[in-house]
């Protein structure tokens, strides 16, 4: 047998011992001379040591009865403990005296580590993030762990008991009807994105694991369900979905708007070599707007940073004025904008305020609201203190940016002065068309 089992006569004295008695013990007892346990030594459960004639067989002798889950542990010569439960049965003749006993020793370390290993699954389960959900072969809950609570609204005492059907919204029913039958085949349902249902009848993305649950000799006797909250997940696919069309159609734009900078910088270049040096910079140009852009995620930029962008290299802090309320721009109004204060300051540099170590540039812009209720959108660049201009901006591609290019993209008008020391730029434009409303930036 597989079981340690031993025999011993009416006075205790062992009679017979199987072989899986002497692994257990390890040790061999003598025969008619060793009694009551064949153990080395013998300990209580808590340690303490334990006499052969305190023993479960012993008091099961002495008392003459029966002894059911008898504990205690045994001790074998090389110093191992194992924990064992003892079931002495009474021999008894024809007449029904007491002959001897036999006893049946269960070694409790397999069970021990059942335990253990239930326990610790116990506690992962409880302290999991994931929803964790058992329900037997007809679909019954029977088990719900922390986690589904929060994910679905029921506590443990309004969800087990019930259908899972609870979970499922109207329309995806026919997905248990499916998994059950999986489950009875003895298949794991792999993970899955589905819809389920919380308490208040609000829908949440998870993606759902669904395994049988057997019993001891192997029967399915049901399933556990791992459900986890892809909300954020969509969330995050739907922004990046959002965002890549923001994108292509930002992109296009830009190709739109290249196109016009080369087909005008063409126009105006007097050499190859102006035309590519002219080109390059412009570009670059573009690509700062589109810096600040990307690190907003398309949402846009606030008129401060694309002047810190475009204009703080061309001009030290102390010559270089800005002031105006904290606007979100449109990513279209930053594109166009960016070009236009790029121009401004690369021909400032050249031929204006910039080109001196005197001189002053200011940049304002306020939003203004009409009688009718209309929001304007109002930008100035002012320069002073310059010296005289050589009407060189007149001719340019800059000038019909800031003329016409820009101002048309966001439904404005442009102004284009020469002073007699210096640029001044006006632009006006209706604010739904440069301003980002708070729901284009979420």
Known sequence: MPVAVYTTDKQGLITFFNEAAAELWGHRPVLNEDRWCGSWKLRHLDGRKMAHDECPMAIALREEKDVRWGRAIAERPNGELIPFSAHPVLLRNETGDTIGAINTLLDLRTQTMADEARTRLASIVESSMDAIVSKDINGIITSWNDAAQRLFGYTPAEAIGRPVTILIPPDHLDEEVSIITRIRAGEVVPSYETVRQRKDGTRIPVSLTVSPIRDGIGRIIGASKIARDISSHKESERRIRLLMREVNHRVKNQYSVIISMIRETSKQASSPEVFLEQVRERILALSESHDLLVNAEWRGATVAELVEAQVRVFAAQSRLSAKGPVIMLKPNAVQYLGIAFHELATNSAKY???????????????????????????????????????????????????????????????????????????????????????????
Do not use: C
């Open 352 to 442: 204006g305020v910039l080109s001196n170590p005197v001189g002053q540039v200011e940049i304002e812009w306020a939003i203004t609201t009409a009688a009718n209720g209309e929001e304007t959108f109002g930008l100035v660049w002012h320069e002073h203190d310059g010296p005289p201009l050589d009407g060189e901006i007149r001719r340019g591609f800059g000038s019909v940016v800031l003329k016409r290019i820009a101002p048309q993209a966001l439904g404005g008008t442009g102004q284009l002065e020469f002073g007699e020391h210096g640029v001044s730029w006006k632009l006006e434009a209706p604010l739904r068309y440069v301003k980002n409303s708070l729901d284009e930036m979420d």
